[in-house]
T-cell receptor, first 117, second 111 residues
């Protein structure tokens, strides 16, 4: 079946502009995660959605970052007034549930490479 | 102490070598554990889950030591295609908390 998809695959923007990144999780997956990965660095957790529960926003680096998940499926990560340090690959992942053996395996999308000039 | 710690490497080994990676985690209540593989400029992909009894998948063996709170990954008969970054992942089993990824261990297998 279809995996996690993300769009756009690449985004180049100017400092100060807003950007929106989209994630389509695997159908039926209730949990959705956003991470970012700077060049040569590990994954940095940003935000996590689980069903209808309030999202865990503890990883968002500043109030310029926000995300929403509409209808329990597609998610959009918005970065306002982008800065050069926002340049990274933004990865989305989904899992069937959050808990339980085998059901919390995360499947990643190919990522969006964001470059802020 | 970081929640998940890994030796970043790099581990440089010849083809055919056996190599082992360790990972430690801080939350003793963690219930599920994984190894993910990430190729250069690609997204992470699940390599294998790690269960209490340990598990093996071909040349790969994963072990869990709850008492010492560490997870290991053993790769036997290394192939060039094993060159990648291996991420240790822990589900801390706290309500509303996502999986926690280690920063990864880089493996380079040479001919």
């Amino acid at each position: 079946g279809a995996g996690v998809s993300q769009s756009p695959s690449n985004k180049v923007t100017e400092k100060g502009k807003d950007v929106e990144l989209r994630c389509d999780p695997i159908s039926g997956h209730t949990a959705l995660y956003w991470y970012r990965q700077s060049l040569g660095q590990g994954l940095e957790f940003l935000i996590y959605f689980q069903g209808n529960s309030a999202p865990d926003k503890s990883g968002l680096p500043s109030d310029r970052f926000s995300a929403e998940r509409t209808g329990g499926s597609v998610s959009t990560l918005t970065i306002q007034r982008t800065q050069q340090e926002d340049s990274a690959v933004y990865l989305c992942a989904s899992s069937l549930t959050h808990r339980g053996r085998g059901t919390d395996t995360q499947y990643f999308g190919p990522g969006t490479r964001l470059t802020v000039l | 102490r970081k929640e998940v710690e890994q030796d970043p490497g790099p581990f440089n080994v010849p083809e055919g070598a056996t190599v082992a990676f360790n990972c430690t985690y801080s939350n003793s209540a963690s219930q599920s554990f994984f190894w993910y593989r990430q190729d250069c400029r690609k997204e992470p992909k699940l390599l294998m889950s790690v269960y209490s009894s340990g598990n093996e998948d071909g040349r790969f063996t994963a072990q869990l030591n709850r008492a010492s709170q560490y997870i290991s990954l053993l790769i036997r008969d290394s192939k060039l295609s094993d060159s990648a970054t291996y991420l240790c992942v822990v589900n801390p089993d706290r309500a509303g908390t996502a999986l926690i990824f280690g920063k990864g261990t880089t493996l380079s297998v040479s001919s």
